[in-house]
């Protein structure tokens, strides 16, 4: 641990881990979880975060949050809390650094159109497939696929599952089977993400102007905090109101979360963390009110950004291109780079059609916004000098 300040009884503690699928020798300077940590930031799926859309198409513009600095902010919220709860800050910070590793280009447009061309294929999920890039896609290590991460940081990652998906993978599916919750990492870093997302979608809709201070003045979460800071500071205007209204947000749903998680952990008292995983209920949640406030949030900005007719525009466009690479690939698969070619052929080998199917949705999946457009000009556009 990076902290002097001893892990709870519940939380994950390296020495309690399920392990590695492939056994490793236990790492000599780091724990188990700083190792996984240090995995996931030198992988390529990682760094491949930096061109993907959260919400805004990266070349919308240099200030918004892409999936890269979206994750940073998660794990950033996650760790502060994890440290407050006495629970596991490193497993916190792996499980949030990897959690958007499996999206799309084109962020939910991306997901969503994927998904329908995959559907004969056992369809396409973003968040099954990080699961995918750390357990099989990542070629970094000479003894086995993927990066081999512990059992705790491969739970967290897995946030959901169908129950039809989940048999087919092992013990990390058990737990959607039997009604089991995961480790408190993880129902952390969860709750994390949906903090960041919340709050930096506001900041960046504003920054878009696709919403203003007024619209937003209906939403309660933003109301309580404009009229704090309004009343302490009636001069203040512009990019600093905001920011002051927000980091306020942000503040409000992290001790709301925190002062209820406590008040959860002292009322049940888990004496492990397989304690905390045979519960009906997560532990790590926020106040029945706070619930109420990021519903009344989400409402909000799916309303009045997530369908501006812009980002509508914008998700239109991207759902085509995608739809069209995925589409000549599988109908041409010999037109796919030499390493994406050999792994359709091995997986059709393997799987036929829906092998064949599975390889392009992986070329697909791990493309950036700028690569799968560049893409796209290279396939489609008969000016396109480029191959
Ligand atoms: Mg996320």
Known sequence: MATD????????????????????????????????????????????????????VNHEGD??????THTIEVAQIGRSIAR?????????????????????????????????CMRAYGGFEHNLQSLRVVDELEEKYADFRG???????REGILKHCSPDKAKGLAEIGQRFLLRRQPGLEAQLANL????????????????????????????SLFRQQYEVVMARYPDLSGRRRVHEIIRRMINSQVTDLINNAKANLARVQPESIDAVRSMDGPLICFSDEMNEFNLEMKRFLRRQLYQHYRVQRMTNKAGRVIREL???????????????????AA???????????????????GMTDRYAILEYGRMFDPAALTW
């Open 5 to 56: 300040i001893p892990l709870a009884p519940y939380a994950a503690h390296p020495e309690q881990s399920r392990g590695r699928s492939f056994s490793e020798p236990p790492p000599s300077y780091r724990s188990e979880y700083q190792r996984d940590r240090d995995r996931i930031v030198h992988s390529a799926a990682f760094r491949r975060l930096e061109y993907k859309t959260q919400v805004f």
């Open 147 to 153: 990066l081999n991460l512990s059992f705790e940081t």
């Open 192 to 219: 994390a993400d949906e903090i960041a997302y919340n709050n930096h979608d506001v900041d960046d809709g504003l920054r878009a102007g696709l919403i203003t201070v007024e619209q937003l003045c209906d939403v």
């Open 326 to 344: 995925f589409g000549v690939f599988m109908t041409e698969p010999k037109l796919l780079p030499p390493e994406a070619s050999r792994e359709a």
């Open 63 to 68: 200030m918004f949050r892409t999936r890269l």
């Open 84 to 116: 407050c709860l006495q629970l596991n800050e490193d497993l916190t910070e792996a499980i949030a650094l990897a959690h958007d590793l499996g999206h799309t280009p084109f962020g939910h447009a991306g997901q969503d159109v994927l998904n329908e």
């Open 347 to 365: 997986f059709e080998a393997a799987t036929g059609e829906e092998g064949r199917a599975r390889a392009v949705a992986d070329y697909v999946a």
